[in-house]
Protein backbone atom coordinates (compact mmCIF):
# COMPACT_ATOMS: atom_id res chain seq x y z
CA UNK A 1 0.00 0.00 0.00
CA UNK A 2 1.18 3.52 -0.86
CA UNK A 3 2.49 5.54 2.07
CA UNK A 4 0.41 8.49 3.20
CA UNK A 5 2.01 12.01 2.19
CA UNK A 6 1.27 14.77 4.28
CA UNK A 7 1.43 18.37 3.67
CA UNK A 8 4.76 19.87 3.99
CA UNK A 9 3.08 22.63 6.40
CA UNK A 10 0.20 24.79 6.86
CA UNK A 11 1.97 27.75 5.38
CA UNK A 12 1.62 26.75 2.03
CA UNK A 13 -2.29 27.35 2.12
CA UNK A 14 -2.42 31.23 2.73
CA UNK A 15 -5.87 32.10 1.18
CA UNK A 16 -9.05 31.17 3.64
CA UNK A 17 -10.36 30.07 0.52
CA UNK A 18 -7.64 27.71 -0.51
CA UNK A 19 -7.89 26.41 3.08
CA UNK A 20 -11.62 25.50 2.26
CA UNK A 21 -10.77 23.78 -0.90
CA UNK A 22 -8.02 21.53 0.91
CA UNK A 23 -10.29 20.48 4.08
CA UNK A 24 -13.08 19.75 1.48
CA UNK A 25 -10.66 17.57 -0.73
CA UNK A 26 -8.85 16.06 2.26
CA UNK A 27 -12.21 14.93 3.69
CA UNK A 28 -13.44 14.03 0.36
CA UNK A 29 -10.74 11.37 -0.57
CA UNK A 30 -11.07 10.12 3.47
CA UNK A 31 -14.79 8.87 2.44
CA UNK A 32 -13.69 7.57 -0.66
CA UNK A 33 -11.28 5.40 1.11
CA UNK A 34 -13.48 4.82 3.42
CA UNK A 35 -16.07 3.84 1.21
CA UNK A 36 -13.66 1.87 -0.71
CA UNK A 37 -12.68 -0.34 2.43
CA UNK A 38 -16.23 -1.19 3.82
CA UNK A 39 -16.80 -2.13 -0.60
CA UNK A 40 -14.22 -4.88 -0.10
CA UNK A 41 -15.14 -5.72 3.45
CA UNK A 42 -18.83 -6.76 1.96
CA UNK A 43 -17.87 -8.51 -1.10
CA UNK A 44 -15.76 -10.34 1.26
CA UNK A 45 -18.75 -11.01 3.50
CA UNK A 46 -20.51 -11.78 0.50
CA UNK A 47 -18.55 -14.26 -1.35
CA UNK A 48 -18.50 -15.95 1.93
CA UNK A 49 -21.92 -16.02 2.57
CA UNK A 50 -21.87 -17.46 -1.50
CA UNK A 51 -19.74 -20.54 -0.61
CA UNK A 52 -21.82 -21.19 2.72
CA UNK A 53 -24.89 -21.22 0.72
CA UNK A 54 -23.42 -23.37 -1.78
CA UNK A 55 -21.75 -25.86 0.71
CA UNK A 56 -25.48 -25.67 2.52
CA UNK A 57 -27.33 -26.58 -0.88
CA UNK A 58 -24.70 -29.64 -1.73
CA UNK A 59 -25.61 -30.60 1.82
CA UNK A 60 -29.04 -30.89 2.06
CA UNK A 61 -29.19 -32.78 -1.60
CA UNK A 62 -26.76 -35.28 -0.39
CA UNK A 63 -28.79 -35.38 2.90
CA UNK A 64 -32.32 -36.03 0.63
CA UNK A 65 -30.64 -38.55 -1.42
CA UNK A 66 -29.41 -40.05 1.68
CA UNK A 67 -32.28 -40.17 3.40
CA UNK A 68 -34.06 -42.18 -0.16
CA UNK A 69 -32.09 -44.72 0.68
CA UNK A 70 -29.78 -43.63 -2.36
CA UNK A 71 -25.75 -43.73 -1.44
CA UNK A 72 -24.29 -40.73 -2.89
CA UNK A 73 -20.89 -41.29 -4.83
CA UNK A 74 -18.15 -39.06 -6.15
CA UNK A 75 -19.59 -39.01 -9.83
CA UNK A 76 -23.10 -38.17 -8.11
CA UNK A 77 -21.49 -35.01 -6.44
CA UNK A 78 -19.24 -34.11 -9.59
CA UNK A 79 -22.80 -34.12 -11.89
CA UNK A 80 -24.79 -31.74 -9.35
CA UNK A 81 -22.26 -29.77 -9.15
CA UNK A 82 -21.72 -29.31 -13.00
CA UNK A 83 -25.45 -29.55 -13.11
CA UNK A 84 -25.46 -26.45 -10.56
CA UNK A 85 -23.11 -24.50 -12.51
CA UNK A 86 -24.81 -25.42 -16.02
CA UNK A 87 -28.12 -24.08 -14.33
CA UNK A 88 -26.24 -20.64 -12.88
CA UNK A 89 -24.67 -19.73 -16.32
CA UNK A 90 -27.76 -20.65 -17.94
CA UNK A 91 -29.62 -18.01 -15.83
CA UNK A 92 -26.72 -15.85 -16.00
CA UNK A 93 -27.12 -15.32 -19.38
CA UNK A 94 -30.78 -15.13 -19.75
CA UNK A 95 -30.34 -12.28 -17.34
CA UNK A 96 -27.58 -10.37 -19.20
CA UNK A 97 -29.22 -11.40 -22.59
CA UNK A 98 -25.81 -13.49 -23.55
CA UNK A 99 -23.06 -11.38 -21.96
CA UNK A 100 -21.47 -13.46 -19.08
CA UNK A 101 -18.18 -12.72 -17.66
CA UNK A 102 -17.48 -16.13 -16.78
CA UNK A 103 -17.76 -17.58 -20.03
CA UNK A 104 -18.37 -21.76 -19.51
CA UNK A 105 -16.10 -21.78 -22.71
CA UNK A 106 -13.27 -20.70 -21.35
CA UNK A 107 -13.06 -21.51 -17.87
CA UNK A 108 -13.02 -25.15 -16.28
CA UNK A 109 -13.62 -25.02 -12.50
CA UNK A 110 -11.50 -27.48 -10.95
CA UNK A 111 -12.12 -28.62 -7.37
CA UNK A 112 -9.25 -30.66 -5.42
CA UNK A 113 -9.70 -32.08 -2.23
CA UNK A 114 -7.67 -31.44 1.14
CA UNK A 115 -5.60 -34.64 0.97
CA UNK A 116 -4.62 -33.79 -2.73
CA UNK A 117 -5.55 -37.51 -3.70
CA UNK A 118 -8.95 -36.27 -5.59
CA UNK A 119 -9.58 -33.76 -8.01
CA UNK A 120 -12.76 -33.00 -9.90
CA UNK A 121 -13.01 -31.20 -13.51
CA UNK A 122 -16.69 -30.14 -14.63
CA UNK A 123 -15.38 -30.79 -18.53
CA UNK A 124 -14.60 -33.57 -20.25
CA UNK A 125 -10.64 -33.10 -19.69
CA UNK A 126 -8.93 -34.33 -15.98
CA UNK A 127 -6.40 -32.23 -14.86
CA UNK A 128 -3.17 -33.87 -14.73
CA UNK A 129 -0.73 -32.05 -12.55
CA UNK A 130 1.04 -33.69 -10.38
CA UNK A 131 0.87 -34.12 -6.39
CA UNK A 132 1.67 -31.23 -5.00
CA UNK A 133 2.20 -28.85 -7.54
CA UNK A 134 -0.06 -25.60 -8.24
CA UNK A 135 -3.44 -25.54 -10.17
Known sequence: MARKRKVESSAAIVDESDKVLYSAFRNSANELSQFYSQAISYNKLSFE???RHALEKLSNWM????????MVTTEDISTYLQSELNN???????????RNELNSST???????QDKNLCFSFDSEMDTTPEGSAL
Not at 88 to 98: E, K, P, Q, T, W
Not at 107 to 113: A, N, R
Open 49 to 51: AGQ
Open 63 to 70: AVKQQGGI
Open 107 to 113: TTPVVQS
Open 88 to 98: ISNASNDLHGG
